[in-house]
């Protein structure tokens, strides 16, 4: 998975999205986040359930343990390693969700520069991917080394073309059991090998290449440059 993607919608939006009826604490703000080109190190807002309640908080993209010094933060995490390698041991057990509004692939098609996808949703609802991370909670108040990575697994179909990487995407179902702290770390992990979403669920466009640039950004990103039609407004 490329580290490049949009979060421009809401906080409510997502939750919606969730379909999740616990007491939200919300400490991203009511106002659509309208990051149509965000890259690692960005805040972005994620959610993790501390007890009964959900909070929802700005959180870094990217993270490390703190005797890997000598590296930079990855921003993904391998689901085939994530629930047993010592890298990510610590922040193994928490669990979050970042909700997507999509995310950017580059595929080198012999041209000068490789060209830009976005994927989304056929449904064009948002998208819950699977995380773990550092954040805030009662025990932890905010902190430098805080952050979160996105889980990926190997692409299929025909999103291979795109990349062989893709996030593990959740149901609402399998996210609110995701996110849930009772849920046993084994099971956990049976649900991010075995039953993220379908390639299906998804579809792919050119976009222009100015989403390259991380200091572009606004709606125009986002919009197909092969169909008027296939843009998200």
Not at 129 to 150: K, L, M, R, T, W
Not at 152 to 181: K, N
Not at 203 to 225: A, C, Q
Request: net charge negative; with cysteine; charged share 25%.
């Amino acid at each position: 998975m490329c580290g490049r993607l949009s979060q421009y919608s809401g906080i409510h939006d997502f939750v919606t999205a969730l379909s999740m009826p616990n007491t939200m604490i919300n400490n991203t703000g009511d106002q659509p986040f309208e990051r149509y080109n965000a890259a690692p190190t960005t805040q972005l807002a994620i959610f993790h359930q501390e007890g009964q309640y959900l909070h929802a908080d700005m959180v870094r993209w990217g993270w490390r343990p703190h005797w890997a010094k000598d590296r930079a933060a990855p921003i993904n995490a391998r689901v085939e390693k994530v629930a047993h390698g010592p890298f990510f041991r610590t922040i193994w057990p928490h669990r979050a969700i970042i909700a997507i509004d999509n995310w950017f692939e580059w595929v080198d098609e012999g041209g000068p520069k490789k060209q830009p996808y976005l994927i989304r949703r056929r449904d064009r609802t948002p998208i819950l991917c699977a995380a773990i991370g550092q954040y805030p909670n009662a025990e932890h108040p905010p902190g430098e080394h805080d952050g979160f990575v996105i889980i990926t697994a190997d692409s299929a179909g025909g999103m291979v073309d795109i990349h062989d990487r893709r996030p593990v995407t959740l149901s609402p179902e399998l996210a609110r059991v995701w996110l849930d702290p009772d849920t046993p770390k084994e099971r956990a992990e049976q649900m991010v090998l075995l039953q993220g979403e379908p390639t299906e669920s998804f579809e792919w466009f050119k976009v222009d290449r100015r989403i390259g640039n991380v200091r572009n950004e606004g709606p125009d990103l986002i919009k197909s440059i092969e169909s008027a039609g296939d843009d998200l407004f």
